[in-house]
């Protein structure tokens, strides 16, 4: 068996587009949502893969890095493009710190929109 727990968490912050041609490149702002995903076989003696709290309050701490920021102007946003992929990215292996011998992080979705977003994840 295999388990996959997720997270969703929601913040806002700003964001220009480098190397790009369109609306985008010029500053603008996302109210966005981020889900992030646990995967595993084995639970603890508690019944549980990895505590929500634990994720909740991990994400929490990378969103307050990002929240109501000028994503352009913080690391490593700074030098690579804040797009919802590097996002995303960043996200996943921010969470990596988190991981366990039986929870490892397993996929980030990064959504800009309600219909436009970007997902990393291990196979």
Known sequence: MKYKLSVTK?????????????????????????????????????GMLIDFTDIKKHLD???????????NEISPFDKINPTAENIASFIF?????????????CEVEVLESESSSATIYKD
Do not use: P
């Open 10 to 46: 929601r913040f806002a912050s700003a964001h220009c587009l480098r190397e790009y041609k369109g609306k985008c490149e010029n500053l603008h702002g996302h109210n966005w949502c981020i889900r992030a995903a646990f995967f595993g076989t084995k639970l603890n003696n508690a």
């Open 61 to 71: 701490d990378i969103i307050a890095y990002l929240d109501h920021k000028f994503l």
């Open 93 to 105: 292996e921010q969470l990596q710190n988190m991981e366990t011998e039986n929870a490892k992080v």
